[in-house]
């Protein structure tokens, strides 16, 4: 089987009805942001647009499309119980796995893409630039593909990988920026928003001891550095997640024993 | 062709299988066992998605776990009744067929002919959630055998199939079989699997119990009394007849159902040709007959008794 036929399903796989549903759900929180504050008055203002395109489309849309579509590539074959066609085909357990990553970044980028123009049209464009636009629309497929690496990773690693990267990415990343010191380097949307040229929310309008502290040391990332890092980390994820899987046992828990 | 050495499985604390030793070759191997006894998890072992805790599992002198060039060879068809429910039914055997090293200028044929062969040509089309369970069950098998596999490993195929069901998938493993394939079958139904091989294993507790000819255990079996209830019409004015039978040595009525009678036999083979006749001519009506030793569970009983 050749890898192209092998991705080919596993998109069809990932974009089944319930999966397009939500995903059409998702894509629609930036937007529906956008109306929202032009129909307040507010629209129009790149601090604005930059706000709206982090919360909605960075760290909700996209974050959590890779969530739905990375952390069931192996581990939803198992709690589906269907994996057991998968393992005992001769085709090799790195191919599969790298298919439903390279599926999952497809679908991700293309889908967080689409949220991020139509927000940023709805935004008033013509206030904008679409200059401002198009840097996001190179940094969110970047993103989709870091974030599904390491959560197609997860996914062979571990039995609820939607659990941990929930926690990650909502209850770690979403809060490490307003820590002091090195942490927000230990969250990717800090190198993600670097490479977008995107402040962390609020930043500049301290308004409570929170946003005090994250003035204390505010973490400067260059392009080079969140580069490097990006890709180093898909890369590594990846691997880790084609090593646990190539060795890995998977049984249904209702079917072991 | 499949060799287990003193192969054990855990699965932390609870025991899968338990030092099994064993080979399977050409032809039908029925793998007997009740519930939970281990059926499942040596077939894990053979078909490469589990490994062995101790011991050696081989098939074709390799080791099975996600080893490519034995997967090749082998078809499988899981216990599991899950599928990707949104697909047809020819679809997911085409994907299986690709997966399974079928070239793409063979694989329409290929795919067509496993479909008939499992008796599904007509609803092959539609989506697999509206099929039922003897439906899902032969589209399983038909996944199992696209690639012509040398060695078939099916896990309780005949859930959820209907008597002619049952028959075809006889046939089939029968022709299977006749081409020396080696095809190693699970079951908990004894009766099932006795109708398509006399080669058996025997699986109780995650320990291999007996394994060859089932003739042999059945007539270990049989040697040992056997019970068998009966609810006939007038069953009290039949008891002398039936306990005058030189294969009876015991019977038992019922003070609460007059209709019932349990007997104990010697020789069971005898007795149910006998008691046939005698209904016949005395055109009783039997309600129902079984017998409670008559089943896996019994020989299972005798065996660790034994």
Redesign the interface.
Known sequence: ?TFL??LS?TIW?AT??RKLVLMAILVAVGPIFAILISLAGEGGTEAGYSLVVQLAIYQFTMVLLSIVFACSAVSGEVT???I??????????AQILVAKFVGASIIVAIASCVACLLTGVLFETDNIGFERIQKDLYVLPVGAIVYCAVFTCLSALLVRPVLVAVFYTFAFESWVWVIPGDFPKLSLMTYLRALGDHSPPDAGAPAGIVDVLAQLSPTMISKDQAWTTLALVAVVAIALGVIAF??G????KE??? | MIELRGASRWYGQVIGVNDVSCTVGPGITALLGQNGAGKSTMIKLITGQLRATTGETSVFGELPFANPGVQRRLGYCPETDSFYEDMSGRRFVTLMARMSGVQKSDVQQRVSEAIERVGMTDRADTKIAGYSKGMRQRIKVAQAIVHDPDILVLDEPLNGLDPVGRKAMGDLLQEYSERGKTILISSHILHEVEQMTNTILLLHRGRLLAQGDIREIRSLIDRHPHRIRISMEAARTFGPSLVALPSVISLRYDRSDSNFVELETTDPDNFYSTFADMVMESSAEVFTLHSPDNNLEAVFRYLVKG
């Open positions: 089987m036929e092998l399903w796989d089944r009805p589906g119980r269907t057991s066609f998968l393992v005992t085909r001769p085709v090799s357990r190539s060795r046992e998977y049984v249904p079917e072991a024993a």
